[in-house]
């Protein structure tokens, strides 16, 4: 179908799944090279990514205690990916939650109090990783 064709009054709702579309929207990437290759780098170029899929998953880990977490990724990357994580805290716990190392298949989290020196415990910690399937 030519792009001219497909207008919102054609697509009933519910009709496009997300099996139908791409894993992720993004249309740029500042890294320090350009190509898809270079998530873990830094710099200001900047890479045009509109017709790359991307891999976007979520989680959350289970009631973690005072240790470092590594959590498997449901889908493993092609290369290392972006990670975020923020506390997601049921009893009020006074801390943060940051990303210790990130590979292709796993990412690990650790707990810090406000003192950014004594582990918490018994927390979950909610993650979100982007990159190349």
Known sequence: ?????ITTAKVADDAITAAKMPRGFL?????????AASWMSTGTSNTDLSATDLLVQVGSTVSVTGSDFNCTFPVAYSQIPIVFCSLGSASGFN?????ISVTA???????????WTTKGGG?????????LP
């Open 105 to 115: 298949t796993a990412a690990t989290f650790r707990f810090l109090a406000t003192d």
């Open 27 to 35: 249309a740029r990437r500042q890294g320090g090279t350009t190509g």
């Open 1 to 5: 179908m030519a792009d001219s064709n």
């Open 95 to 99: 801390g943060s939650a940051r990303v």
């Open 123 to 131: 927390e979950t910690i909610n993650w979100l990783a982007v990159g």
